[in-house]
């Protein structure tokens, strides 16, 4: 059904493939040569005015309070539209926001109604490229029908900040896990043969005061974390185009930094598309322009049209060179031509959307995506309980999900009057699937559902249940941090008033929280936003007609205080403060680096979940004649089918590195009861290697390096040591003569 764009050779392995030998690409991107050529020549029989028109987008939503009216030719309710040039068949740009699903801007009064799938946490969760890959087809056969051929996803800024409000759109805090999952959704995207973006370039790793923040961190540790997730996400996915970010970067804002875009990007990375815009995170015209920029998106948002008449000025006198104009346009087309998009036009075709097929896709997603925090037995629900309590979180009529420029409309979407914010993210939308109806056509139980609003009412009723099961939330969104991990509301009190051996929390949050009831509970599973059939989902993993096998992506801290940050840098009512925010506290020991670099023992490590089987490791080997190899076998010992995600670990004897430990590598296989598998992963070069800045290169260290097989960051089940020669890689991990 998906046709991938020519010349892709990454492209055409099969996910099922990846899923068992994942090596990189030799090059950062291969680009098309027939596409550098065709893109070339239209460019030379383009007017000045053409090529101004096409590195100039608009916003695709009306906007009465500044004036602004969606430009002719842009679908209603979208985040742009750049105008084509109908002589030479350059088709408009039309984009939308696709982080998980079509989205549809809050201010139409008629919502685009789509899949949405779960959050791009809960698919890292899902340590499944099969998955991810799926979930970018399905984003991109909607957006194709819906008439899209620009789609703003890709989203892999790293979790450095827990409090970060958009952290569910992102990947998670491993520059590898984070890099793979969503570089799979960007090149299931692009099967479609449109573009996708890969955003935010670079470190918008919070939303306070990102506008004006500066982030300071040194190059080595840059190229080991943020920078290498964006890289190995462009390596995997192949973006058409890259979006950089709102935020300053060692003193200069992301779409003017000639370090970002011309040097790491363009020149270092071999970049052959083109970079866009976020929406108000332009600056200037002459300095973005020679700085790398090649596209001006979301015009009103900034302050000044500066790549339309006044970009069209600083060609003609000088201040931008006739050839730098020239390669923006080419390396736009380059985009429409080497996707497809060029080529198969975009309509309104939403008729012919297989909602159904993409509810399948969905739905397997958000329950791959749940992770089993803690089981005492109560998991999955026995079928001899005679009644089961259910408590908050609309689990009666619906599912949450995150607020912001990604917001899907589901069918129909729900809104709780006086719940969440009237302005921007808001509104706190709740997809129509309610885990209460998908519980009672699983069991015999009586459910009886109650919002948890009166405590002791609720508590009351709890003493006379088999099981109760708490619904708690987290709402969070697009230009807000929350202001600490802990539950909002009254939630924790709720909680703790109702726990017990045979208490269940469902949790439905945007990134980890802190559970001080912990140790008071029965089980706990973590849902993320599941999306469209998130309360199927979320039925069929509590009754055990699915295993949970999802793993966590982000470490869980028993408190702020053991975050490099225990508070967040800025200041939420300050918009116009100018702070400067450390990474170099932390440098690449983000997460679950930080964690061992510090001893400290978090709530959840990075990787774990349960399941309600048993998995058994053994015959561990690793080899090192060309690079560094791994097999091991793995067995389903217990009594039901399930996945499972081996973890490959790797960490020098004499240490030297930003922490004890790296992710090297991983897999996610399914294996019914007493079936045993081989797996053979590689690790990349550069995660065994340091950044030389001098050189440009990544050096391997000649010496022992312990190799761990691991069901999580803190739970080592097998280990081998191999020594590995002094050894130079190039910035794309090829050995170095």
């Known amino acids: ?262 040097e790491v990007l363009k020149k270092d990375w071999g970049f052959k598309g083109y970079v866009m815009s976020d929406w108000g995170a332009v600056h200037s015209t002459t300095q973005a322009a020679n700085a790398g920029l090649d596209q001006q998106s979301g015009w009103p948002f900034d302050k000044a049209p500066y790549f339309d008449a006044p970009l069209k000025e600083a060609v003609q006198n000088g201040h931008v060179s006739p050839a730098r104009l020239d390669d923006m346009v080419t390396r736009i087309l380059w985009g429409l031509i080497a996707s497809g998009a060029m080529d198969e036009a975009v309509s309104d075709r939403s008729a012919e959307i297989d909602y159904a097929a993409h509810a399948k896709i969905t739905q397997t997603d958000a329950e791959e995506a749940i992770v089993l925090l803690k089981n005492n037995g109560v998991l999955p629900l026995a079928k001899t309980a005679k009644s089961i309590l259910v408590v908050g979180g609309h689990a009666d009529v619906a599912v949450l999900s995150g607020g912001g420029s990604s917001q899907v409309y589901g069918s129909p979407a729900m809104i709780v009057p006086n719940e969440g914010p009237e302005e921007f993210p808001g509104p706190m939308v709740w997809h129509p699937s309610s885990p209460v109806k998908a519980l009672q056509v699983r069991t015999s139980a009586k459910i009886t559902y109650l919002d948890g609003k009166d405590i002791a009412v609720a508590k009351k009723l709890a003493a006379n249940s088999d099981v109760v099961i708490v619904f708690a939330t987290q709402w969070t969104g697009e230009s807000k941090d929350v202001e600490s991990l802990s539950l909002p509301g009254q939630q924790d009190a709720l909680i703790a008033a109702l726990s017990g051996k045979k208490a269940v929390v469902v949790l439905q949050t945007g990134g980890p929280v802190l559970m001080p009831w912990l140790s008071k509970v029965g089980a706990v599973i973590e849902a993320w936003y599941p999306g469209t059939r998130g309360g199927e989902a979320i039925a069929r993993v509590l009754t055990g007609e699915v295993n949970p096998s999802g793993r966590l992506p982000v470490t869980f801290p028993l408190s702020e205080a053991q975050l490099p940050r225990p508070v967040v840098d800025g200041d939420t009512k300050n918009k116009e403060l100018r702070p400067t925010v450390d990474y170099d506290i932390e440098g690449a020991a983000v997460g679950y680096r930080w964690f061992d670099l510090k001893g400290h023992k978090p709530l959840f490590p990075f990787g774990f979940g349960l399941s309600y089987t048993r998995f058994a490791y053994d015959s561990l080997n690793a080899e090192t004649s060309d690079g560094l190899k791994v097999s091991f076998r793995v067995t389903n010992s217990g009594q039901r089918a399930g996945q499972d995600v081996p973890q490959i670990y790797v960490a020098p004897v004499a240490g030297g590195w930003e922490a004890p430990k790296r992710l090297g590598n991983f897999d996610k296989l399914t294996l019914t009861p007493r079936e045993t598998k081989t797996v053979n992963l590689s690790v990349d070069p550069r995660l065994l290697a340091t950044y030389d800045e001098a050189k440009k290169q990544w050096i391997v260290r000649g010496g022992a390096y312990r190799v761990i097989l691991a069901r999580s960051a803190t739970d080592p089940v097998r280990e081998v040591t191999v020594t590995l020669p002094q050894q130079a890689y190039d910035l794309h991990g090829r050995k170095v003569p």
């Not at 098309?32 to 050529?37: D, F, K, L, R």
């Not at 029989?45 to 939503?61: A, C, N, P």
């Not at 991810?132 to 620009?150: C, D, K, Q, T, W």
Request: proline fraction near 5%; glycine fraction near 10%.
């Open 1 to 262: 059904m998906f046709r991938l764009p020519k010349g892709r050779l990454f492209a055409a392995a099969s996910a099922i493939a990846l899923s068992f030998v994942m090596a990189l690409p030799a090059a950062a991107q291969v680009a098309s040569p027939e596409a550098e050529q065709r893109a070339k020549a239209l460019v030379g029989q383009m007017t000045l005015d053409e090529k101004i028109r096409l590195v100039f987008g608009q916003y695709s939503t009306d906007m009465p309070s500044k004036h602004f009216v969606t430009p002719k030719g842009g679908r209603p309710s979208s985040a742009g539209y750049v105008d084509g040039v109908e002589r030479l068949n350059i088709p408009p740009q039309w984009l939308t926001d696709a982080g998980v699903g079509v989205a549809t801007h809050r201010t139409a009064k008629v919502k685009r109604e789509r899949t949405a799938l779960p959050s791009g946490i809960a698919t890292a969760a899902t340590w499944n490229r099969k998955r991810a890959y799926e979930g970018g087809a399905m984003i991109g056969r909607e957006a194709r029908l819906s008439g899209f051929n620009v789609l703003l996803a890709g989203g892999v800024n790293l979790l450095r900040e827990p409090r970060n409000g958009r952290n569910f759109e992102y990947g998670g805090e491993d520059p590898w896990l984070a890099g793979v999952m969503v570089g799979e959704q960007i090149r299931g995207i692009q099967s479609n043969r449109i573009v996708s973006t890969l955003k935010h370039h670079a470190f918008n790793d919070q939303e306070t005061n990102r506008n004006t923040l500066d982030v300071r961190i040194g190059e080595a540790a840059a190229r080991a974390s943020d920078l290498l997730a964006l890289q190995v996400a462009l390596e995997v996915g192949d973006p058409h185009s890259v979006m950089c970010a709102y935020n300053r970067v060692r003193g200069a804002y992301a779409c003017e930094s000639a370090w970002l875009l011309n």
